[in-house]
């Protein structure tokens, strides 16, 4: 079932501001930073700034030896099931880039 149609809105995807998503599946869609990089507007450049802020951070911290403390930044990278995005299986199970993933990457 599909959010507009849980909510009962009457309305087709092209008429919302959100992607509406089927909450029983994930839906092969996945935000590329490098397009939100390029992109004008206020809103794209506050996202690429944090975006950006955030791996800079994570880079310093190694840089310093604080491993740990960007360890435990990379437990809030997996995606919230909510969003329904990405390449799960039945039920959606987000796990976005794991922690493991990032600290092998880093």
């Not at 959100?18 to 869609?29: A, H, P, Q, R």
């Amino acid at each position: 079932m599909r959010v507009s149609e849980y909510f009962d809105l009457g309305v087709d995807q092209h008429e919302l501001d959100f992607v509406d998503i089927d909450m029983d599946t994930d839906v092969e869609l996945f935000i590329d930073p490098t397009w939100i990089h390029i992109q004008n507007g206020e809103w794209f450049e506050r996202t690429s700034r944090t975006l950006f802020g955030y791996f800079d951070y994570i880079v310093e911290l190694y840089e310093e030896g604080k491993k740990e403390k960007a360890r435990e930044l990379f437990g809030f990278s997996r995606e919230p099931n909510e969003t329904c995005f990405g390449v799960s299986k039945g039920q959606p199970d987000g796990t976005g880039a794991s922690e493991t993933m990032l600290i092998e990457f880093f």
